[in-house]
């Protein structure tokens, strides 16, 4: 998951999990645990916080080191006729993807570029509305960065 500050990635993340916590009926697959289980109710809990009027803006910090952050999900079938799968999410701060453009050389350290099934590149709408001409040129030299660079790592 991809995006500039306040687009919406770790909202989207604990949306995700607190709708499988409330196992839907409806839904085809169930909640079955997670691995960052404390890191998950950490964000969730923040988000309620803020919801709460409470107007803290907290923020997905860079890791010093480098190291890719990602909150793990184990979903199964509600029927159990498959195996459980991991569902893994990127957790990246979006200051991240502002320095990409000027530092093209940061993508070698976001391994999961090279190993993701999918990649979810989110927009702030807000942004989109108040000022849609640089907004969208800013985000459109983001991803074809990204993109560039995962073709040519492809091809290598």
Do not use: W
Request: contains cysteine; positive net charge; proline residues 3%.
């Amino acid at each position: 998951m991809a995006g500039l500050n306040e687009s919406g990635k770790t909202t989207l993340i604990t949306s995700i999990y607190e709708y499988f916590q409330r196992g839907l009926r409806n839904y085809p697959y169930l909640f079955a645990g997670s691995k960052t289980f404390h890191e998950l109710e950490q964000l969730c809990y923040l988000s309620r916080v803020i919801s709460d009027g409470n107007n803290q803006n907290e923020r997905t910090l860079i890791d010093p080191g480098g190291n890719e952050n990602f909150l793990h999900l184990r979903l199964r079938d509600k029927d159990r006729n498959k195996s459980p799968c991991n569902v893994f999410l990127s957790d990246f701060p979006g200051e991240l993807f502002t320095n990409i453009k000027k530092e093209v050389s940061k993508l070698d350290n976001m391994k999961s570029l090279k190993i993701a099934h999918q990649i979810l590149y989110l927009i702030n709408g807000e942004d989109l509305i108040s000022d849609r001409k640089n907004t969208y040129t800013n985000n459109k030299s983001i991803l074809r960065t990204m993109l560039d660079y995962v073709h040519r790592k492809q091809l290598q």
